[in-house]
Every structure is written in structure tokens, then in C-alpha cells.
């Protein structure tokens, strides 16, 4: 019923920068928080930025500065600018979102495919 779909990874050198996007479809009735998280080989997936409905924004500690997470609430969309990359950024980033379907009751969490950011020294 809803699909979220992650486009912009890719590899770059230390120092550069990418854009993340986000874009859920479905039957989709409201969107509450956004975030984008990431999983390096070995580790676990870690929290990286979220975005809450009225605009409100949180950054792990190591990437304030660097990253900027936006929404645009008439596309569904969120977007992930990653500049200053360094190679340990390098992991899978996947977006999440907490949606309430049309003609439902309650709120689930949902995810994307995962894009692959590689960041080269």
C-alpha cells in the first residue's frame, strides 16, 4: 500500500556532496516524523537525521554541519544534502517515515530500499 522510494547514492570523493530523496506513495493520509538512517558493513543501523511534520530537525552528533535533512510535505519527499563527505560516511542510507494510511487507524513505519553512498579519500 505504500512504497518508499530512495534515489541519490552513488560514490564520491572525500570532500563532495550528495542528495538524498525520499519519495512515499500509497494510500497515504499523513506523514508524521521522517528520518534517514545508515548501516555500514559489520554495524548497526544508526540513526543519521530526522524531520518532523511541522519542521523540527535532530542530526547524530558527528555529521551537524555537514548534513541537512528537508521535507516537502506536497511530494510526500524527503531529502537528505550531504556535503563535506568523509569515507566514513560511506554505509547504506535508508529512509523511514511514520504514515497514516487513508481509512485506517494508527500510524506505521515505513522503509525504503536503502542507497549505497560511498565516499572515496
Known amino acids: 500500500q505504500v512504497q518508499l522510494v530512495e534515489s541519490g547514492g552513488g560514490l564520491v570523493q572525500a570532500g563532495g556532496s550528495l542528495r538524498l530523496s525520499c519519495a512515499a506513495s500509497?494510500?497515504?493520509?499523513?506523514?508524521?516524523?521522517m528520518a534517514w538512517y545508515r548501516q555500514a558493513p559489520g554495524k548497526q543501523r544508526d540513526l543519521v537525521a530526522t524531520?518532523?511534520?511541522?519542521?523540527?530537525?535532530n542530526y547524530k552528533d558527528s555529521v551537524k554541519g555537514r548534513f541537512t535533512i528537508s521535507r516537502d510535505n506536497a511530494k510526500n519527499t524527503v531529502y537528505l544534502q550531504m556535503n563535506s563527505l568523509k569515507p566514513e560516511d560511506t554505509a547504506v542510507y535508508y529512509c523511514?517515515?511514520?504514515?497514516?494510511?487513508?481509512?485506517?487507524?494508527?500510524?506505521?513505519?515505513?522503509w525504503g530500499q536503502g542507497t549505497q553512498v560511498t565516499v572515496s579519500s
Open positions: 523511514s517515515a511514520d504514515i497514516r494510511l487513508i481509512a485506517t487507524i494508527g500510524t506505521y513505519t515505513y
Open positions: 524531520a518532523t511534520s511541522d519542521g523540527s530537525t
Open positions: 500509497g494510500n497515504i493520509r499523513s506523514i508524521n516524523n
